[in-house]
């Protein structure tokens, strides 16, 4: 029990200030070759997201695009993004705000 009373750290703790969360640092290099799976693991999911559905779903797509007033692009653009399917009664989508230079 003594040994525990005596105990003192070797390395002070570290300070951090109001609002850290004791984190890892972000600014750490990266590994190399994992930017490369990630670039690959996004083209994989791009690719598999608009790889070409059956010919009965992708006629219910644009039947329903049709119905809602859309391209069919436009239809899945909005269907992968929200996750949801765009139907006649939506609002529009506001236009892109683009900065101007």
Same mark, same amino acid.
């Given at each position: 029990?003594? *040994?525990?009373?005596?105990?003192?750290?070797?390395?002070?703790?570290?300070?951090?200030?109001?609002?850290?969360? =004791? =984190?890892?640092?972000?600014? *750490?290099? %990266?590994?190399?070759?994992?930017?490369?799976?990630?670039?690959?693991?996004?083209?994989?999911?791009?690719?598999?997201?608009?790889?070409?559905?059956?010919?009965?779903?992708?006629?219910?797509?644009?039947?329903?695009? %049709?119905?809602? @007033?859309?391209?069919?692009? %436009?239809?899945?653009?909005?269907?992968? *993004?929200? =996750?949801?399917?765009?139907?006649? @009664?939506?609002?529009?989508?506001?236009? *892109?705000?683009?900065?101007?230079?």
């Amino acid at each position: 029990m003594s *040994d525990l009373r005596n105990w003192k750290r070797e390395t002070p703790w570290p300070r951090f200030g109001i609002g850290h969360n =004791g =984190g890892p640092p972000l600014d *750490d290099e %990266e590994p190399p070759g994992k930017l490369l799976f990630v670039r690959y693991a996004w083209k994989q999911a791009h690719a598999a997201a608009w790889r070409p559905p059956s010919r009965d779903i992708a006629l219910f797509r644009l039947r329903r695009a %049709e119905a809602a @007033g859309l391209s069919y692009h %436009e239809y899945m653009l909005r269907l992968l *993004d929200t =996750g949801r399917y765009p139907q006649a @009664g939506d609002a529009p989508e506001p236009p *892109d705000i683009k900065e101007k230079s």
